[in-house]
């Protein structure tokens, strides 16, 4: 695992949809937008259903629309989990 | 033809054609269980990462949830069974209502009453032939589940734990759930879990110590979002262990009828040749006792 870059997954519960690594995610929790860079700190956040984009390391934006889905982010592992993820 | 081969050669094709259809069957599970075991591993990183949040905000913060708290004085418990929808699995679905009146009888036994929840046609034909309350019931997904079955079935589950056990007769103050659990290709064992009120699974990836999260937008609410869907993870879980288990428990049970099938063919074979052995053997007495009657009426005569 690469210091300098954040480990993505984007899972439900019937399958990983993406996994990766990534410079930077942001997504929309219950308060408000949210961006995550590196060592942020631990959170765990209630998503509202819409787009999450991830950065990934090699320039490309991924986006998914998640629904019922929250986040959670610790030691630059940030999990993405929703009912449905659509790429 | 004699007619004792006649039977014979009838109950033979008879054996042989029951042995084509178990032997299919048995194929069909085996490759089914490939896809099952699949699915359970698919489904794992969300249920483990479910988990660690869970278990994170409830030894984290002090909130006191109604679902993570024990109701100090429980009056009702929900059960829900999972079985199979169709037959022809060995005893798959019999063990796990088995299991079920176990847990029943302990639960009556601390002075509940037991609502019961079932999912499968099998288990729902076991309690309706013995005229037992069905609280709710779900079937014909039983071999094949997808999250929005289990979506259903705990969104139900949920309710009836929400609802006041004091005053609605749905309401329940305790959760239990009945799956097969699948350990290998054949080793399955039903298993009985409380899922409500919460007990924290540990997954096996969690080390160390849990890093302080922030929550946002607290922690009460994190808690609310995630419950329910910790719960519809922990039922789909369940269900995808329990279809797995069944394609295995189907399999076993196919492949030891089409080997007692082949047992039954050899049996039949020997039978019908000793018959047909039988039948030249009298028809060659018959013949040289004619012969020799025809010989000597002849000798008489002259």
Known sequence: MSDTLLKVEVVTPEKRVWSGEATMVSARTLDGDLGILLNHTPLLGVLTDGTVSIKASDGSVNDFVINGGFISVSNNRVSILGESAIN | ?302
């Open chain 2, 1 to 302: 033809m004699g007619a004792q081969l006649r039977i014979y050669r009838r109950r033979m094709r008879s054996v042989k054609a029951t042995k084509k259809i178990t032997k299919a069957m048995e194929l069909i599970s085996a490759s089914r269980i490939v896809k099952a075991q699949q699915k359970v591993a698919a489904s794992s990183p969300y249920a483990n990462e479910l988990t660690r949040a869970v278990s994170a905000v409830a030894s984290l913060s002090s909130t006191n949830h109604p679902l993570t708290t024990a109701s100090l004085n429980p009056k009702r418990a929900a059960v829900l069974i999972i079985t199979a929808d169709r037959g022809m699995a060995g005893a798959y679905s019999n063990a796990a209502i088995k299991e079920g009146d176990q847990l029943v009888a302990l639960l009556q036994s601390r002075g509940l009453e037991v609502n019961s929840y079932l999912v499968g046609r099998k288990g729902i034909n076991f309690y309706k032939f013995r005229n037992r309350k069905i609280t709710a019931s779900w079937s014909g997904f039983s071999d094949n589940p997808t999250y929005a079955h289990a979506k259903e079935v705990s969104d139900s589950l949920i309710a009836a734990f929400i609802a006041d056990a004091q005053v609605d007769l749905n309401g329940v103050d305790e959760l239990h759930i009945i799956y097969t659990e699948f350990k290998s290709m054949i080793t399955q064992t039903p298993e009985a879990k409380r899922m409500l009120p919460l007990e924290v699974v540990e997954s096996a990836t969690t080390t160390g110590i849990m890093p302080m999260y922030e929550f946002e937008p607290n922690a009460g609410e994190v808690l609310n979002a995630l419950l329910p869907r910790y719960i519809q993870a922990r039922v789909f879980n369940a269900m995808l262990q329990s279809a797995a288990s069944e394609h295995a428990a189907r399999r076993r049970a196919m492949k030891s009828a089409t080997d007692n099938a082949d047992d039954l063919i050899k049996s039949l074979t020997r039978l019908a040749n000793a018959a047909r052995q039988a039948e030249i053997t009298q028809e060659i007495s018959e013949i040289v006792g004619g012969a020799d009657a025809l010989a000597s009426a002849s000798a008489g005569s002259e």
